[in-house]
Each structure stands twice: as C-alpha cells, then as structure tokens.
C-alpha cells in the first residue's frame, strides 16, 4: 500500500513540472548560487576524473549516480573532453575544512574542495540536485561555492527501546548525507535493550539485547525481566562487532563520524540485570545505576569502552550521564565508604567523580568524553569534555562559560519523538508539540547571553530519535522527516540567511527526492491553524491563518456560516470586532481538503486588567508572559510548551480586578490535559463575584468531566452564565486534585 501510495505520489509530484524545467531548490540552501544556462546531460558515456586520494569518493559518486561500471572513474588529475566529472583537492582558505566548489556546465562538472570532506559535501550537492529534477538525466548549470556555519551537525537514533536493521540504518546515514550532517549519534544501549557485541561480556547482548514483550510501554509497566536469545518470547537484537565496523566504514565513506553511546552510570537495568554484582542490591532488577564504590565497575566499563573504542575511531565516546536517581547510593556501604574517604557530600558529586574518572580513562586512550548536560552537576567537569544540552540551553550555557565545547539538542526544538501536528491526528507519541516551522526557526547560538569567546564554543546542533513509541522504520522515518531538512539548514545555513517561506518554497521539491528515496515522510496536514491578537489601539483582534501546506487556497467567513468556493480567499491577517465567529477551510481543485475550523476572536472585557495570584504565582518552570498572561487576549496553542499557556502545579487561585463595576455576559477558561507528561484538568472551576474586593459571592461552579486516565491530548473550556450580573472583582478558583500540571491560557469576560 506505501509503495503504490509514493509512486502515486511521484507521479503527481512529476506531473507538476516541465520535463525542461530547472530546479535549483537545494537544501540546505548554499552559501553563493550562480545560475546558469543550459543542462548537463547524464549518459551511459560520463566518466569521472579523480586523483587517487579521492578513488573511494569517486566510487561513491558513481554509484549514486548509477554509472556503468565500465565508465566510472578515470585516476588522473586532468581529463579533457565532453562528459566528464572533474573531482579535485585544492587548497582555498575561504573554503575552511568543509567547503566546496561545485561547477556545473553542459560540457562537464567540476567540484574542489580543500579536503576529502569538502569534495564529499560538494557530489552530494550534485546527487541532490540531480534527485530534484523531474528528468533526472538533466543536471541544470549552476555555480556554488558553500561552507557549513558549525563543524557538528548531528542526528541521534536511539536502538535500545527498538532494534532496527544495518540495512535500515544505512538507508538513515544515505539520506543524512544528502543534506550534509556529519555525525551519526548511535544511541546502542538503555534500559530497554544491549545493542553492541562486547566479547568479554557475552551476557549483554545473549540475555541484555532482548526483552519478554515488543510493546516498551507494556513491558514498563510489567516485571520488566529480560528474556534470551532463541527463546520463543525473546524480543530485541544486536549488531556484531563485524556490524558496527561496517555501519562506521559506511558512514566514514559519506562524511559521517559514529558517535556510540554507552549508558552510564544510569539507565543500566539491563546490565544490572545480567551482572547483578555490579549493582548497590547486588541483585538482578533492582537498580538502574552502576555502583559506583565497587572497582569492579570500572574495570567492567573499562573492559567495555577499551571494545568500543576498537570498533569505533570517533573523538568523541558518549557515556550519557543523565538521569540518575541516586537512590541506591545514599544507603550502598561501598558508594558511602567511598564518599566519605573522597570527602564527597552527596549524590551529585559521586557521579562527578565517576564521570571524571571515566573521562580520563578515555583521554589516557586518545579520547573526548560527550555527555549529556547532567555531567555538569557536582563538581567541576573534566577538561576536553563536551556537553550535549537538551534540557533547554543553561546547561550548554552553564558549559560554556566553563571552557567546554557544546552541542546544542533542546528539547523544545531537536526532539523529534515530540508531535509534529495536531496531536489528535498523529499516531501516539511522547507528547510536546515541534512543528516543522519550529526547527526551522531555532538558533543555537544564544548570542544575548554568551560572549563571541563563549558563542564559539557551540560547535553544532543535533536532534533526537527517541524511539519509544516508534517500533517500526516506517515510524522513525515518519518523525524525522521532513524535520530532519529543517535542521540541516539550521546546523548549515548563517541565520541572515535563513529564511521559512523560502525553505519551505524548496521543500516542496524535496518532496519528490524523499519519494525516490522510499522515505516514509511526514505529509503536511491540510488542517487551518487560525489565531487572534488584540490590538490596544483599535480594540479588536487581528486574525491569522496558517498551515502546513505551501501557499493552499483558504476561504473563510466571520458570519458563522460554512465556508464554500465562493467565500473570500485569504490573503492577509484582517482585523474582526468584538466577539467573532471565524470559519476557514482550504479548498484545492474546488473541493474542500479537510473539515471547517472554527475559532471564536474575542476582544473581551478583561484584556489588560490586573490580576492578583491568591495563593502564590505559577510554575517557574510555564511562566508564560508572567502576571499578564490570563488577560492578555492570546489564547495557547497545541503546546503548553509554546508561551501561551500558563502552569501551575497548586491549586489556581486568582482575581481580576475590572477596574470599576462591570455589567458581565459570560466568562469562560480553558485548561488542557495530556496524562503522558502529567498535564490534567481541575476537578472543578468556581467563579465568584465582588464589588469591594473583600466580600465574595459564588455565582456557581463548573464541574470536570474529563477522566483522567484519558491519554489523548484535550482541551476543555469551563463556562459561566452571568447575564444580569455585574461586579469589580472576579475571582477564579480551579482545585488541582490529580497533583500534577494544571496549564490555563485566558480569562475571558464579556
């Protein structure tokens, strides 16, 4: 069924364009393009020219290329003639490690770089754009010149909570080439699985790599045991030594370093469970972290990282560090006899001794350790360690001005098992909300906070394939892209010279590359997102729409009733009175795409009046626009985490004050509920009214009736009838009775 849906697809795709037209929309977008007249024509009879230190980029150009073995390659500097692929190395300072001249004319292409890794980035350039064209013997001409903006351009994928095939992770690392990353994050052990063959230690992948059931959150919630390989239940995998050397000679051929990561000293349950010894309990299933007092831990991790470090050449090894209880070691005799003869006075800063020491053990061995932000806490850090920051951006904040190099993956922005759209209309995920406008629009350099000195230890960006809910390559491929071009541009690409409209112009040419390529992308939605803003002066809201799709046909209405081919086509924001009805819909080929949305604009009473916060302020963690959120007249979005909702994790307790006696109409809330990260309604809202201040009268309460256990991603708007009514003071309270996350965004009276 995919496949006959791709190959319709490209077919449309196909139809689209002129078989003579040129397509130039390349990403990311290159430095300098110079456009010129005319074709390259591929044929049976292009050769490649290349000196003998760049033979294998040849071979990997030929075979992108699909040329006849008989005609791939020419070893020699200089070849004359029509039809010919020039490769060469040429110093050029202004190309720094990276860059590359690509050349294209109808007679023949030449690419230069200053290195091996720039004549690698410059025939991908020339793969992608030949993959852009409808006629893909039709190379347009043009003239590049490009270098990357940071030496670090990462995709994560973890394989712990799903295995996945070498066969499917060098399809991932193909495409990863084409839009320039250079580093692969292999995620290979966790909690959930053991996924790299340590011949030491033959327990780890013959009971650690497999679990009793497929479905993680199934197994979580269940005993949690580890099965075997070859018993009927076992569910899970390894990649062989043999495996791994040829993932990291497959990647180094296209310019990508493999980056492994070895749990550690959390999230280890699965060697724990295979040599319990090496736990606090001494139990198998009984602790997560290593113990950290029993030297026969580290000679275990040493033994360990001394294989990882034969398989993989990288600077860089990733021990994790993140997450770590630290339960087990407060009442562990070993790790408090340790503490107390290292004259360490908690749990933060056993862990950064451990961290420490395994960091010189990777210096003594020629090494870097890479962790994540967690590794800053507890002490000072180990020189030459680099920090990946994916708790928002203190951390890589926090490393920098410590003198460490970072790698910049928050949350917010590079998590890509986060929702993509409406998460009412995905398949279940994590939770979060990161469209692909969202990781476009991220920059990694926070340039208000950081000295040029601290800017320039930012040395890239990643993003995240946290596998959990994605147990099939389809899945994980349905995440990452298109997101995962987003973020090249923002690893590649200046920041003036970004640009979304025209990012997602090119996209749509992409399209056609990701469907040659049998990619299981994201389609975009042809649902209307419609927003409101309250302009001060004029007293009314100006209204917005906005969608996935690339310049779609929107017709709406504001009288309430159904948009249809003859209502107005939106073309810009438009301002409405008071309280709006607005309906939109987009309409392609005369036919609607997908069902009315609805949004009420209301330019209510309460914008821009004070509020009091009864029993103490919102979160620290959700302060939105602080004090004036509630009645700023900006309704949230999919997304707490978008700066419109308002978090509070007690009971809500508020006051507007109206500013003299008010006739009232209505008053209505809104909450959220998404059970995943512990976001839930209030059992009830209650609404009273006073005109001094001190005296309040209940006008009634609304109760919930929104279960709890409920996982899908909710939104409910309490209501109040107050019609004959009229007060100065108007006072809500909203019991939080689940003890989790309560997010509200507006308080609107009319």
């Not at 159904?562 to 086509?569: A, E, F, I, W, Y």
């Not at 929104?706 to 309490?718: G, H, N």
């Not at 309560?742 to 009276?749: G, K, L």
Request: aromatic share 10%; with cysteine; glycine share 8%.
């Amino acid at each position: 069924m995919l496949g006959g849906l791709l190959l319709l697809q490209t077919t449309f795709a196909m139809a689209q364009q002129k078989p003579d037209r040129a397509v130039y929309d390349l990403v990311p977008t290159p430095v300098s393009m110079i456009r010129k007249p005319g074709f390259f024509q591929m044929t049976d009879a292009v050769r490649i020219a290349a000196p003998a230190a760049l033979k294998d980029a040849a071979m990997l150009l030929a075979g992108a290329l699909h040329l006849p073995e008989q005609n791939k390659m020419i070893l020699s500097g200089t070849v004359h003639g029509r039809g010919v692929i020039h490769l060469a190395l040429r110093k050029d300072p202004t190309l720094g490690s990276e860059g590359y001249h690509l050349s294209v004319s109808p007679t023949g292409i030449q690419i230069t770089g200053s290195n091996r890794e720039g004549v690698i980035h410059g025939l991908f350039t020339l793969v992608q754009l030949q993959e852009i064209q409808t006629d893909e013997n039709r190379i347009p001409c043009l003239k590049i010149s490009d270098t990357p903006r940071f030496t670090y351009r990462g995709m994560h994928l973890d394989v712990s909570r799903h295995f996945f095939p070498v066969s499917f992770i060098k399809k991932f690392i193909d495409v990863m080439a084409l839009y320039k990353f250079n580093t692969f994050h292999w995620h290979l052990t966790d909690g959930a699985g053991w996924r790299l063959q340590i011949k030491k230690y033959p327990l780890l992948t013959l009971e650690g790599a497999w679990r009793t059931r497929k479905n993680l959150s199934e197994w979580w919630k269940s005993d949690r045991h580890y099965s075997r390989q070859g018993a009927p239940d076992a569910y899970g995998g390894y990649y062989t030594t043999r495996q791994a050397k040829e993932v990291v000679k497959y990647a180094a051929q296209r310019g990508i370093t493999v980056i492994p990561e070895i749990e550690m000293p959390a999230h280890s349950e699965e060697v724990l469970a295979c040599y319990p010894e090496l736990s606090c309990s001494g139990k198998p299933y009984k602790n997560a972290e290593f113990c950290i007092g029993n030297d026969s831990t580290f000679t275990f991790l040493e033994d360990v990282l001394t294989e990882v470090m034969r398989i993989f050449p990288s600077k860089y090894i990733h021990i994790g560090g993140d997450e770590a209880s630290k339960t087990s070691w407060k009442t562990c005799p070993k790790d408090q006899a340790l503490m107390k003869r290292l004259g360490l006075k908690n749990g933060a800063e056993l862990q950064s001794y451990f961290v420490n020491r395994i960091g010189k053990f990777l210096h003594a061995h020629g090494r870097k350790l890479l962790g994540w932000d967690e590794i800053l806490e507890g002490g000072t850090l180990a020189p030459g360690a680099t920090v990946m920051s994916w708790r928002g951006e203190a951390g890589g904040i926090a490393a920098t001005r410590q003198g460490h190099d970072v790698v910049m993956t928050p949350g917010a922005y590079c998590y890509f098992d986060h929702y993509q759209s409406d998460p009412n209309t995905q398949p279940y995920a994590i939770g979060g909300y990161t469209p692909l406008s969202k990781v476009y629009g991220y920059d990694p350099v926070p340039a208000d906070s950081l000295s040029p000195a601290e800017q320039n230890r930012i040395i890239g960006v990643q993003a995240n394939l946290w596998t959990e809910y994605m147990p099939t390559t389809e899945q994980v491929e349905y995440m990452a892209f298109p997101r995962m071009l987003a973020l090249s541009e923002v690893a590649w690409t200046a920041p003036h010279r970004k640009n979304f409209d025209d990012f997602h112009r090119r996209l749509q040419s992409q399209y056609l590359l990701l469907q040659r390529h049998n990619v299981n992308y994201y389609r975009p939605s042809y649902r209307v997102h419609i927003s409101a803003l309250p302009d001060d002066k004029k007293k009314e809201n100006l209204v917005s729409f906005s969608t996935e799709q690339y310049q779609p046909v929107i017709r709406y209405t504001t009288n309430g009733s159904t948009p249809d081919r003859k209502s107005p086509v939106y073309t810009k924001p438009f301002y409405v009175k008071g309280r709006t009805t607005v309906k939109a819909i987009i309409f392609k080929d005369g036919l609607p795409m997908d069902s009315v949305r609805v949004f009420t604009a209301n330019y209510h009473k309460a914008i821009g009046k004070k509020i009091t916060y009864n029993n103490g302020g919102w979160s620290s963690s959700y302060p939105a626009a602080g004090a004036s959120t509630l009645t700023d007249g900006i309704t949230g979005g999919l997304t707490y985490q978008d700066k419109k909702w308002q978090g509070f994790l007690h009971d809500i307790d508020v006051t507007v004050d109206m500013g003299g006696v008010t006739t009232l109409n209505s008053l209505s809330i809104r909450f959220m509920q998404l059970k995943g990260p512990g976001v839930y309604m209030p059992g009830s809202v209650t609404v009273l009214l006073s005109d001094d201040g001190k005296n309040f009268k209940a006008t009634g309460a609304v109760q919930n009736d929104i279960s709890p256990k409920d996982s899908r991603l909710l939104f409910k708007t309490f209501t109040f009838d107050l019609k004959g009514k009229s007060a100065r003071f108007i006072r809500v309270k909203a019991p939080n009775v689940q003890d989790g996350f309560m997010f509200t965004d507006e308080i609107m009276v009319n």
